[in-house]
């Protein structure tokens, strides 16, 4: 003898597909959760890489005060692959980095790489060109330098900092002017003999190179 069903036997189809239907929407349920859990740092990842500023028109510069140059637009720079950094005085990343932007800009200027360096001072609202100056000086510059005083520049080209991470960042733009690659902050250069902790440093580096000479073939 079999046990007596919840349901009369003309609702017995009924009732399966009711608890098919329940059924699948728990598993949904369940499985947008875990992809909610599970992917919602990776977007977050991504944006702090700057994956979202990839493919897009580099933004104007909008800028006033340089050195070494006129002002430039990157209207103006359009046939010429452009690397542009934001850097500050006391900031030790730019320090490290300065002596690969000097090699990128000795070795590739020549083939159409624009070098251009953009001083965002901390905190903002310092519009001194002799700060500016003496802080270029000091690491060696010689391409152009940009003062982006108030961050204007920087929050249309890298936007919603607090997300972001670090304001020393990197782009590269083809001949187009489109922006190709992000470096998201911190350091990057050649190899230190001694130094493994900056293995990513000379990782980054070499990418970088990788990209400025791929972009110049195009």
């Not at 006129?70 to 300065?98: H, I, N, Y």
């Not at 929050?155 to 922006?179: C, H, M, N, Q, Y």
């Amino acid at each position: 003898m079999g046990g007596v069903s919840p349901f009369p036997r003309a609702c017995l189809p009924h009732a399966a597909a009711l608890i098919r239907s329940r059924l699948m929407r728990s598993l949904v349920a369940g499985v947008a959760a875990l992809l909610l859990v599970t992917h919602e740092p990776f977007l977050a990842a991504d944006f702090s890489r700057g994956d979202d500023r990839l493919g897009l028109a580099a933004p104007p510069f909008e800028l006033k005060i340089w050195l070494h140059s006129p002002p430039l637009e990157m209207q103006a720079l359009r046939g010429k692959v452009v690397l542009v950094r934001w850097w500050t005085e006391g900031c030790p990343f730019c320090v490290a980095t300065a002596p690969a932007l000097r090699e990128l800009d000795r070795k590739y200027a020549a083939r159409g790489l624009a070098v251009i360096g953009v001083f965002h001072p901390k905190p903002p609202g310092d519009w001194s060109l002799g700060r500016m100056r003496m802080a270029s000086d000091r690491l060696g510059f010689t391409f152009p330098v940009a003062l982006d005083a108030d961050w204007s520049a920087l929050r249309r080209w890298w936007p919603e900092l607090e997300r972001r991470g670090f304001t020393s960042v990197s782009f590269i733009a083809d001949k187009k002017g489109v922006i190709r690659y992000v470096h998201p902050g911190g350091e990057f250069h050649e190899g230190r003999a001694g130094e493994p902790s900056h293995e990513r440093c000379e990782r980054d580096y070499k990418q970088i190179e990788q990209v400025i000479g791929r972009l110049l073939r195009e």
